[in-house]
């Protein structure tokens, strides 16, 4: 599936979430002192679950005959 945003959606949802993830992620490394590297690491944690995630939901709407 490729989703391409409208411009109303980037707007209005795509870059707030992106901004407020580098918001948190600034105040992270302020508060942790941990540096670029670290939220690198954390980053590509989330992107690992993220991507196992909807592995998952594929494998369950195949299950189900969704798809």
Do not use: V, W
Not at 25 to 54: H, R, T, V, W
């Amino acid at each position: 599936m490729k989703f391409e945003p409208t411009d109303s959606q980037l707007e209005k949802y795509i870059n707030p979430a992106y901004e407020d993830i580098l918001a948190i992620c600034d105040e992270m490394n302020f508060q942790l002192k941990c540096g670029n590297n670290y939220i690198i690491e954390f980053m590509e944690s989330i992107l690992d679950n993220l991507k196992n995630k909807e592995g998952g939901f594929k494998r369950e709407m195949e299950i189900d005959g969704n798809i």
